[in-house]
């Protein structure tokens, strides 16, 4: 599956954006997707993940409350909304895709990749 993030910009701290990753499969609906970001210097890092049902949704700490994962797959679709941006979340954001049950946070597990769109967050 090809995915094409976008939706990334300049926000000042206590912003929102919305981003998107589109699919090119109708099997997107079967995948685990997740949003991952990685800032200059730095390793990828685990942001949210959802699995095909929508039941399992895992964060990680640092945006849990301000970020929300969801997917629309009749639209082939993924979407992250961040709210309440701090200067720390300044990073390029990938959405990745992977089959199986379980939904790993380490980006290894994920096997389809985005090109990523750069969030810049000023304080």
Known sequence: ???QAS??????????L????????RTFSTYIVGWFRQAP?????????IDS???????ANSVKGRFTISRENAKN???????????DDTATY????????????????YYYWGQGTQ???SS
């Not at 210097?41 to 993940?49: H, L, P």
């Not at 990745?96 to 379980?102: N, S």
């Open 41 to 49: 210097g730095k390793e990828r890092e685990f942001v949210a993940a």
């Open 18 to 25: 919305r981003l998107s990753c589109s699919a090119s499969e």
């Open 7 to 16: 939706g990334g910009g300049l926000v000042q701290a206590g912003g929102s």
């Open 119 to 121: 969030v810049t967050v």
């Open 94 to 109: 990938l959405c990745a895709a992977r089959q199986g049950a379980v939904v790993y946070k380490d980006p290894a597990n």
């Open 1 to 3: 599956v090809q995915l």
């Open 53 to 59: 049902s929508e039941r399992r949704i895992y964060y």
């Open 77 to 87: 679709t993924l979407y992250l909304q961040m709210n309440d941006l701090k200067p």
